[in-house]
């Protein structure tokens, strides 16, 4: 089946423009997670979601970030007014199980931000 | 909180070497472990995990043995190739940490053949 999938790959924002990115998980999944991965960096957690409802936003850096996941499907990660720090790759996993940390995530391939 | 640490990279190893990658971790609770690998242009992907004290992960010729003692999950291989070329990054979930994997800088795998 189909993994995870994220859109756009690569998307070039100028400072305070908008941006929506785009996260559609593996069929069936009922948990959702944002990460944000910096160069040279490794994932940080931004948000969480157990179908659609958000359990966790305690990562997400400023009220200029936000996640929804209206259907329990779905989600997208909006940043208003971009700021050069958002520049880094956004990284969406799926997992398919809920409350049980030993269950792997499944990653797509990201969304590399660059704010000129 | 919760946190993991491991080995600054880049590691540069000869093919047929034996390779370790430390990891150590904080964590409140009983944490599950894991190891995650990137490969040059593809997405983060699973390579082994444990999930209690004593367990051992293994996947691909690569092991990793949860050792509470010590709050270690150390990664290895007795024999890299070329294609192990990666970055890899050791993680843990905590249930005590809202179900958020938490994951270590990354360790840049270099290997020549």
């Known amino acids: 089946g189909a993994g995870v999938s994220q859109s756009p790959r690569y998307k070039v924002a100028k400072r305070g423009q908008d941006v929506a990115l785009r996260c559609d998980p593996i069929s069936g999944h009922v948990s959702l997670f944002w990460y944000q991965q910096a160069l040279g960096q490794g994932p940080e957690f931004l948000t969480y979601?157990?179908?659609?409802?958000?359990?966790?936003k305690s990562g997400l850096p400023s009220d200029r970030f936000f996640a929804e996941r209206p259907e329990g499907s779905v989600s997208t990660l909006k940043i208003q007014r971009t700021q050069q720090e958002d520049s880094a790759v956004y990284l969406c996993?799926?997992?398919?199980?809920?409350?049980?940390?030993?269950?792997?995530?499944?990653f797509g391939n990201g969304t590399r931000l660059t704010v000129t | 909180g919760n946190s993991v640490t491991q080995m600054e990279g880049p590691v540069t190893l000869s093919e047929e070497a034996f390779l370790t990658i430390n990891c150590t971790y904080t964590a409140t609770g009983y944490p599950s472990l894991f190891w995650y690998v990137q490969y040059p242009g593809e997405g983060l992907q699973l390579l082994l995990k444990a999930t209690k004290a004593d367990d051992k992960g293994s996947n691909k010729g690569f092991e990793a043995t949860y050792r509470k003692e010590t709050t270690s999950f150390h990664l290895e291989k007795g024999s890299v190739q070329v294609s192990d070329s990666a970055v890899y990054f050791c993680a843990l979930t905590s249930n005590t940490g809202g179900f958020k994997t938490i994951f270590g800088a990354g360790t840049r795998l270099f290997v020549k053949a």
């Open positions: 979601f157990q179908n659609e409802a958000q359990l966790d």
């Open positions: 996993a799926s997992s398919d199980t809920t409350l049980r940390g030993s269950s792997p995530l499944h």
